[in-house]
């Protein structure tokens, strides 16, 4: 697979995953941040990165078989999907998205970016999000 066809797959992949939302934070996975790496190697197999907004998630089996089920269903030209689901690093609202946080703003009428960086103490614009 070509590096183009590569990207192709990856956009795919990622309007895929903006289809499926975190049953606590009603964002898409992909905008939450939730979604570390995605790796298609050459042979077209897809390596997905995840997270959960924490360690004891109650949707910590459930949310991860989605994705996979969905991914395997809506992108039928890759040749095989594995899921990784990591918590290091943790989660933090750093990784969501411009769009994610706009989203959540809307939601709940409050920057949980800005808030999340007066609580920790950080002052700087930088995002983690950087997928």
């Known amino acids: 697979m070509d590096e183009k066809s590569k990207e ?3 956009q795919k992949i990622v309007s895929v995953l903006e289809k499926i939302f975190d049953p606590e934070i009603p ?3 992909w905008n939450l941040g939730l979604i570390y790496g995605i790796d298609i190697s050459d042979e077209g197999i897809v ?8 360690i004891g998630c109650p949707v910590a089996t459930s949310l991860p078989y989605q ?3 969905t991914l395997v269903k809506e992108v039928p030209e890759a040749k095989e999907i594995n899921i990784d689901v990591v ?3 943790p989660w933090t609202p ?3 998205t411009e769009k994610g946080r706009r989203m959540f703003i809307e939601m709940y009428g409050y920057d949980i970016v800005e808030q999340w960086r007066r609580r920790m103490g ?3 614009e930088e995002s983690s999000a950087s997928q």
Not at 47 to 54: E, F, K, Q
């Open 122 to 124: 950080e002052t700087r």
């Open 67 to 69: 994705v996979y089920e």
């Open 94 to 96: 750093l990784r969501m």
């Open 8 to 10: 192709v797959l990856r």
């Open 87 to 89: 918590f290091d690093p």
């Open 27 to 29: 964002i898409d996975i």
């Open 47 to 54: 390596n997905i990165t995840m997270t959960l907004t924490a």
